[in-house]
């Protein structure tokens, strides 16, 4: 279909549609230091909202991006819809044959899900950075120049959720405060919801009988109530906070040396992508879920951002770690597609992350194009000072930070649990799924220690196909268990015994899924039986592991050894 009709299609009048060239995505050249040439850092959400003018900018400024009219290409509804749906072209990139039909640009479950990912971040920084500047350009008098330095240095905010472990209240809140060019304003907050401007949403691009129903929102929402259709931000705070990211995070960054492993599900071990669609389910929950759950609709929730920022900020600090693999240099084969990549397409660290040019030429971005953030005009404050510094003085200086804010979890415990305080023996689940075998998604397989939950695994709906990996620490559960003793002999028969696993999914019946969601039976999911799902291999092993002696270093860890004993029993409870 040619893209006038689409726009058609969805509600917009043939005199709003306009031809937009090429939006290269260059990242912003403005605040750059004119010593060191380093572009400004993306804060943490907290600190950029204790800054004064850099957060009274923000705000208004996404406010303002959230008005222009859908039918823009730069409008917040035509770059959040690059991810999943209207499925339609964008910067005049359309589909190619034997791409999925069901599916938006967006990549996971491969390895370049961390650099598509990157400039498509960018392209909404670049883009929101139009409205901060010319609200700057609106102060008078002595705010004029402060609030113009602000929107120079100004770059997308992450959201660290594996430090803080819920919504952080100015993602909740219904009004926020703020300094305009008027005075103190209060307005309607733009990072609890975006409201679309055509509702109902066109029924073409946005089937109410699919996707869960997802499109009768007016707005987007987080784990909505099924009795009120409104979202319940209570409820996904408790599900970012019912496990322990920042230990998840810690073994990406401690226990995977690789570029493949570390950006994607694909790879047996744990991801950084794994920690994205945690957070992706707990913000929407699956029963009914709401738009991050969905990740067709993910790109409108105000917070999507916010989170790949943090975990465009994590691939950015593991690339400095392990700056050898910075870069994957393998050939794979896509096996699902996206909306403009057919799937059996090979790909390489220069194949296409479609629809983002670098350039007004058409010459795409690749992974290898997006390597490095400076390139893209920002950085991350752990990160300041490098251009003056060697590679291996920046990895260790990186490590310092990591140690600091992450490792509490993980190395603190095996201190406390090891009679010399430098090595002993952690425990972990490797876990291994066909997602194709799993009818029903999103879905989340949950890992139990008695009636604790040790981990969970969260399988996103897109893609519905493709093995998928992760690993989950066991740390916590034992120590919550205040066993005699960490050693195999007494480990093993306690997850012998102990242990157990169970999936939970959507099961809402298709005619049923968009009219009334009080006919369901679980508001947190559906508990499904393994033993009808054949694929799922799950097996727990050890690692002895040698803690470091300085801040500066990381653990290191040994062979792991496995226990098929422990997966016997459990399979045989849970059948």
């Given at each position: 279909?040619?893209?006038?009709?689409?726009?058609?299609?969805?509600?917009?009048?043939?005199?709003?549609?306009?031809?937009?060239?090429?939006?290269?995505?260059?990242?912003?050249?403005?605040?750059?230091?004119?010593?060191?040439?380093?572009?400004?850092?993306r804060l943490n959400l907290?600190?950029?909202?204790?800054?004064?003018?850099?957060?009274?900018?923000?705000?208004?400024?996404?406010?303002?991006?959230?008005?222009?009219?859908?039918?823009?290409?730069?409008?917040?509804?035509?770059?959040?819809?690059?991810?999943?749906?209207?499925?339609?072209?964008?910067?005049?990139?359309?589909?190619?044959?034997?791409?999925?039909?069901?599916?938006?640009?967006?990549?996971?479950?491969?390895?370049?899900?961390?650099?598509?990912?990157?400039?498509?971040?960018?392209?909404?920084?670049?883009?929101?950075?139009?409205?901060?500047?010319?609200?700057?350009?609106?102060?008078?008098?002595?705010?004029?120049?402060?609030?113009?330095?602000?929107?120079?240095?100004?770059?997308?905010?992450?959201?660290?959720?594996?430090?803080?472990?819920?919504?952080?209240?100015?993602?909740?809140?219904?009004?926020?405060?703020?300094?305009?060019?008027?005075?103190?304003?209060?307005?309607?907050?733009?990072?609890?919801?975006?409201?679309?401007?055509?509702?109902?949403?066109?029924?073409?691009?946005?089937?109410?009988?699919?996707?869960?129903?997802?499109?009768?929102?007016?707005?987007?929402?987080?784990?909505?109530?099924?009795?009120?259709?409104?979202?319940?931000?209570?409820?996904?705070?408790?599900?970012?906070?019912?496990?322990?990211?920042?230990?998840?995070?810690?073994?990406?960054?401690?226990?995977?040396?690789?570029?493949?492993?570390?950006?994607?599900?694909?790879?047996?071990?744990?991801?950084?992508?794994?920690?994205?669609?945690?957070?992706?389910?707990?913000?929407?929950?699956?029963?009914?879920?709401?738009?991050?759950?969905?990740?067709?609709?993910?790109?409108?929730?105000?917070?999507?951002?916010?989170?790949?920022?943090?975990?465009?900020?994590?691939?950015?600090?593991?690339?400095?770690?392990?700056?050898?693999?910075?870069?994957?240099?393998?050939?794979?084969?896509?096996?699902?597609?996206?909306?403009?990549?057919?799937a059996g397409t090979n790909?390489?660290?220069?194949?296409?992350?479609?629809?983002?040019?670098?350039?007004?030429?058409?010459?795409?971005?690749?992974?290898?194009?997006?390597?490095?953030?400076?390139?893209?005009?920002?950085?991350?404050?752990?990160?300041?000072?490098?251009?003056?510094?060697?590679?291996?003085?920046?990895?260790?200086?990186?490590?310092?930070?990591?140690?600091?804010?992450?490792?509490?979890?993980?190395?603190?415990?095996?201190?406390?649990?090891?009679?010399?305080?430098?090595?002993?023996?952690?425990?972990?689940?490797?876990?291994?799924?066909?997602?194709?075998?799993?009818?029903?998604?999103?879905?989340?397989?949950?890992?139990?220690?008695?009636?604790?939950?040790?981990?969970?695994?969260?399988?996103?709906?897109?893609?519905?196909?493709g093995v998928v990996y992760?690993?989950?620490?066991?740390?916590?559960?034992?120590?919550?268990?205040?066993?005699?003793?960490?050693?195999?002999?007494?480990?093993?028969?306690?997850?012998?015994?102990?242990?157990?696993?169970?999936?939970?999914?959507?099961?809402?019946?298709?005619?049923?899924?968009?009219?009334?969601?009080?006919?369901?039976?679980?508001?947190?999911?559906?508990?499904?039986?393994?033993?009808?799902?054949?694929?799922?291999?799950?097996?727990?092993?050890?690692?002895?592991?040698?803690?470091?002696?300085?801040?500066?270093?990381?653990?290191?860890?040994?062979?792991?050894?496995?226990?098929?004993?422990?997966?016997?029993?459990?399979?045989?409870?849970?059948?």
């Amino acid at each position: 279909m040619h893209l006038p009709f689409l726009l058609a299609a969805a509600g917009l009048a043939a005199s709003q549609q306009t031809v937009v060239g090429i939006i290269p995505v260059v990242g912003l050249k403005t605040g750059v230091d004119p010593v060191t040439k380093q572009p400004p850092p993306r804060l943490n959400l907290n600190d950029l909202r204790n800054s004064g003018p850099a957060w009274d900018l923000y705000i208004q400024g996404l406010a303002s991006f959230q008005r222009v009219p859908e039918y823009d290409e730069r409008s917040f509804f035509r770059v959040g819809g690059i991810h999943g749906r209207p499925y339609i072209p964008y910067n005049g990139v359309a589909p190619v044959p034997g791409a999925p039909v069901d599916q938006g640009y967006c990549i996971h479950d491969e390895i370049i899900f961390a650099t598509w990912h990157r400039p498509y971040v960018v392209l909404f920084e670049q883009l929101l950075s139009e409205h901060i500047h010319t609200i700057a350009a609106q102060y008078t008098g002595p705010e004029a120049v402060l609030y113009t330095q602000a929107a120079d240095s100004w770059r997308q905010p992450y959201w660290d959720w594996a430090i803080d472990r819920a919504l952080p209240d100015v993602v909740t809140s219904l009004n926020l405060t703020i300094n305009t060019p008027n005075g103190t304003v209060t307005i309607p907050n733009p990072l609890l919801q975006y409201r679309f401007q055509t509702f109902p949403l066109n029924d073409t691009l946005f089937p109410l009988d699919c996707d869960f129903g997802i499109a009768k929102y007016p707005t987007s929402v987080r784990c909505p109530d099924p009795w009120t259709n409104k979202s319940n931000e209570d409820m996904a705070s408790s599900y970012v906070g019912a496990v322990d990211l920042a230990a998840q995070v810690y073994n990406v960054y401690t226990r995977i040396n690789t570029f493949e492993c570390m950006a994607s599900t694909a790879y047996d071990g744990t991801s950084f992508e794994d920690q994205h669609n945690e957070i992706h389910v707990a913000l929407g929950c699956i029963h009914p879920p709401g738009h991050m759950a969905n990740l067709v609709y993910s790109g409108y929730d105000p917070v999507f951002m916010l989170h790949h920022a943090a975990i465009d900020r994590h691939v950015a600090l593991w690339q400095a770690i392990h700056y050898n693999n910075s870069m994957f240099n393998t050939t794979y084969t896509s096996t699902v597609g996206a909306y403009a990549t057919a799937a059996g397409t090979n790909i390489t660290n220069d194949s296409p992350l479609k629809p983002f040019y670098a350039d007004a030429k058409g010459t795409f971005h690749t992974s290898e194009s997006v390597k490095d953030v400076r390139d893209l005009g920002y950085t991350y404050p752990e990160l300041l000072g490098q251009n003056n510094m060697t590679k291996e003085e920046l990895r260790r200086r990186v490590i310092s930070v990591v140690n600091r804010l992450y490792s509490n979890s993980t190395t603190a415990g095996v201190q406390k649990r090891t009679e010399g305080g430098r090595e002993g023996k952690e425990y972990f689940v490797n876990i291994k799924v066909d997602k194709g075998e799993v009818k029903d998604l999103p879905a989340i397989l949950n890992i139990l220690v008695g009636e604790r939950l040790a981990g969970r695994f969260v399988l996103p709906q897109i893609p519905s196909q493709g093995v998928v990996y992760t690993e989950i620490s066991l740390g916590h559960a034992l120590e919550a268990a205040k066993l005699a003793s960490l050693d195999t002999k007494t480990v093993i028969p306690f997850l012998e015994r102990e242990m157990r696993w169970e999936l939970k999914q959507v099961r809402i019946p298709f005619h049923l899924c968009c009219v009334d969601f009080r006919l369901t039976r679980q508001y947190n999911g559906t508990l499904i039986p393994l033993s009808a799902i054949p694929s799922p291999e799950i097996q727990v092993l050890d690692q002895h592991v040698i803690l470091p002696n300085t801040t500066d270093e990381l653990p290191v860890y040994g062979k792991a050894t496995f226990w098929p004993s422990i997966t016997e029993r459990v399979e045989a409870r849970s059948a």
